[in-house]
Nanobody, 123 residues
């Protein structure tokens, strides 16, 4: 069992930046960030492979968000720039334990989840 602990959420004005962190208690194949806004389904944001560091982004955040990892610290980061009110959501860290040849944007492929951290972007 891998435990994930997120931190770094908060309130920011539109155009501002935040960095989310997710500390994992063990190593998995890939780590991802998802978000869920009120009344909406949980959606993919970004994911990264631990080994080679390949990353995948949702179209809505490409060019604004950057996912990275610190292998030594077992921590994944999500740097969010140029934030928009529509980025407001609870952000969840997730981990996929089964190795694959690609990074999955499907939340059903992720085995472990953090408790979530609130990100609120004011206009």
């Amino acid at each position: 069992q891998v435990q994930l602990v997120e931190s770094g959420g908060g309130l920011v004005q539109a155009g501002g930046s935040l960095r989310l962190s997710c500390a994992a208690s063990g190593r998995t194949y890939a780590m991802g960030w998802f978000r869920q806004a009120p009344g909406k389904e949980r959606e993919f944001v970004a994911a990264i492979m631990w080994g080679v560091g390949s990353a995948l982004y949702a179209d809505s955040v490409t060019g604004r968000f950057t996912i990275s990892r610190d292998n030594a610290e077992n921590t994944v980061y999500l740097r969010m720039n140029s934030l928009k009110p529509e980025d407001t959501a609870i952000y969840y860290c997730a981990a996929e334990r089964t190795s694959s040849t690609y990074i999955s944007p499907d939340k059903r492929d992720y085995d472990y989840w953090g408790q979530g951290t609130q990100v609120t972007v004011s206009s």
